[in-house]
């Protein structure tokens, strides 16, 4: 069974006297444990796709199933639980919560999953300690730079191991070096334990990484490849 | 799911002090307000347990027994015997704090140049005292010395209007149960001055033997005051000794005996609450202006705990936290400040440059704040429950962000 179907996804946005189309009759089959790379030029909806199948954007038109689950017709609180069990995020912009220190951010997730505080601390200094982050736990997202807040951001969301990670513009901020740890940690994951990966992506050396490349344009899907990546 | 509460009341904590000035200057808006709640409603509950004990005093007692008739005729035709066994059983329980007899008729007092009609009280002068007459208001003379002392002691407003003084002589006239004059000469032996100036012109007291012999009625009594633990709530007082009257005697307790004086008390209580109530408004404006910029600062934010799987009520607990911390803190230091000017007032404010107004509304002239745990309470849970009731409207403004949309928000 596919991890995520999409069928027929629209959305359009009004911009003046103008139809913005951020969807455009999208269809896409990703089966459990793919790593999926997104591509394509600004406003070519792969945010917009990224947002649809974490239930954090209503459709105009269209299904979208997690193991056979209707995301698009889920309720408030259904999508919430979803998200928190389910689906890890990473955005394109670092979106830390800033009262929080880095180990709280990672930890943040966990705390509202329930799991037990000794479990958490455990979990988090290990994965802060993957992403190079070590010594660096107790500061602020103030205290830290672009690339370092980035990887607080990837932290948080694999920590808790999810089904799927959607993944906007990842490696943005980082450095070759770390883009390479990171993928490297994601490439891991997705092949260990089975997450599926959606990432979306401007950087060439971050797609080379995926087994499937899908192009997106206009909202639509223009092209999509599968690349060995064995 | 549950809401996770620890983290919801760290994030809640933290965020409050983001912005220290602004919280700070809500704190303090709280703490004002709620120190004006105190302090006011203790002075209004001062200045009506004044009144009201003013009334008590002058009634005497908490409640009172009378012949069945005796309210509509206070004349000497409807008089009591003595207190009976059981009568004297309830008196002497611990429920009782002190009680007399009295004969209380209607007179006409005499001197040389004037009379005046009065109220002849015939006491026991220790069974006054107890009840709440203070021998330090008798500013010429003496009070009596017994229910048999021969003498009269007279206002020291009446003694002007009589033209008379310390030593002179008054005749006292009323009438007898054969509806013949009976009257009397008395010697003034004391002059007692009081909190109202209509107490001093209207009531005279002499010894309760020499009265009864006077006006003939025996051993029998007008009534029998009775003091109590607790002037609020004088009605099981008055039950117990209603258990043991013959049908021809009935016993009121003072909120029967002075209908005005009790409904002060009631429109008291409903007067602290709208003060209360309209005290908090002032506040709530402020309030609810704190959580709305509050929640508009950290749209992002709030879109971003829904991405990442916090459900609404969370949210909407989250702020209700930072608006419970936020009364919680202001309320603390209100009810300190409260009490800390309330204290040092203890022993009252002088209020004599507007005595003549506060005798008009029965109150005497030094105003002694009164702070009751009751309306302490009534304070702190108007804040709070008004206060969450509140900060429901930007807490569910917070709840409502679309994540994707507050995620966009700069």
Redesign the interface.
């Known amino acids: 069974m596919a991890a995520i179907s999409c069928k027929d996804l629209c959305k359009y946005y009004q911009q003046g006297d103008s139809v913005i189309k951020g969807l455009d009759h999208v269809n896409l089959e990703i089966e459990q444990g793919s790593f999926i790379c997104l591509s394509g030029p600004s406003g070519s909806g792969k945010t917009t796709l990224l947002?649809a199948i974490?239930g954090?954007?209503?459709l105009d038109s269209g299904e979208i199933s997690i193991d056979g689950e209707r995301v698009d017709q889920l309720g408030?609180?259904a999508l919430?639980?979803?998200?928190?069990?389910h689906?890890g995020?990473v955005?394109q912009?670092y979106?830390l919560?800033?009262?929080?220190s880095a180990k709280e951010n990672v930890e943040?997730?966990m705390?509202?999953?329930?799991v037990g505080t000794a479990e958490r601390e455990r979990r988090s200094m290990k994965i802060l300690k993957e992403v190079g982050l070590e010594g660096m736990e107790h500061r602020r997202p103030a205290q830290l730079s672009g690339g370092q807040q980035q990887r607080v951001a990837v932290a948080?969301a694999i920590v808790s191991q999810p089904k799927l990670v959607l993944a906007d513009e990842p490696t943005a901020n980082l450095d070759s070096k770390s883009m390479e740890k990171l993928m490297g940690h994601f490439r891991e994951l997705n092949r260990v334990h089975g997450v599926t990966f959606l990432i979306a992506t401007h950087d060439q050396r971050v797609m080379e990484w995926a087994d499937r490349r899908i192009s997106m344009e206009d909202g639509r899907v223009i092209r999509d490849v599968l690349q060995n990546n064995g | 799911m549950s809401i996770p509460v620890r983290a919801m009341s760290k994030l809640a904590w933290r965020n409050l002090w983001r912005n220290y000035r602004r919280t700070l200057i809500m704190l303090l808006a709280i703490a004002v307000g709620a120190w004006a709640m105190i302090f006011m409603t203790a002075l209004l509950r001062g200045m009506v347990d004044d009144m009201v004990r003013q009334g008590i005093r002058a009634l005497p007692g908490h409640v009172q027994v009378h012949a069945a008739a005796y309210r509509d005729d206070p004349s000497v035709n409807h008089s009591l015997t003595a207190p009976d066994a059981a009568l004297l059983n309830i008196l002497a329980a611990d429920e009782v704090e002190a009680w007399t007899s009295r004969v209380k008729v209607p007179a006409m007092i005499s001197s040389e140049y004037d009379n005046r009609g009065v109220q002849l009280l015939g006491v026991d002068p220790a069974g006054e005292v107890e009840l709440g007459f203070e021998t330090a208001d008798v500013v010429e003379g003496r009070f009596l010395e017994g229910a048999d002392d021969p003498g009269i002691v007279i206002g020291r407003k009446l003694m002007q209007r009589l033209e008379t003084r310390l030593g002179k002589r008054v005749v006292i006239m009323s009438q007898d149960p054969d509806n013949a004059i009976a009257d009397r000469g008395f010697k003034v032996v004391g002059v007692f001055k009081a909190e109202l100036e209509s107490r001093e012109e209207s009531i005279v007291y002499a010894g309760r033997q020499v009265v009864q012999a006077m006006l003939g009625m025996g051993s029998d009594i007008s009534e029998i005051a009775v003091l109590g633990r607790d002037y609020r709530h004088p009605e099981p007082l008055a039950a117990h000794i209603r258990a043991v009257l013959p049908a021809d005697e009935v016993v009121l307790s003072w909120l029967r005996l002075d209908p005005y004086l009790a409904s002060m008390m009631a429109v008291m209580n409903g007067f602290v609450l709208v003060w209360m109530v309209v005290i908090f408004l002032a506040l709530s404006f402020g309030l609810v202006n704190t959580l709305m910029m509050a929640v508009f600062e950290r749209v992002r934010e709030i879109g971003l705990m829904r991405a990442l799987g916090m459900r609404p009520a969370a949210i909407v607990y989250q702020i209700l936290v930072e608006s419970l911390i936020l009364l919680a803190l202001g309320l603390l230091v209100g009810n300190l400040l409260a009490i800390g000017t309330i204290i040092p007032l203890r022993d009252g404010i002088d209020l004599s440059v507007v005595s003549e107004g506060m005798e008009m509304m029965g109150a005497s002239s030094v105003l002694y704040p009164l702070l009751l745990w009751t309306d302490l309470l009534l304070a702190n849970a108007v804040v709070i429950v008004l206060g969450i009731i509140t900060s429901l409207l930007p807490a569910w403004r917070a709840a409502q962000y679309r994540p994707v949309e507050a995620l966009g928000r700069a």
Do not use: E, T, Y
């Open positions: 947002n974490g954090l954007d209503a408030k609180a919430s639980d979803l998200r928190l069990h689906i995020f955005f912009a979106n919560i800033p009262v929080l943040f997730v705390q509202i999953q329930g948080r």
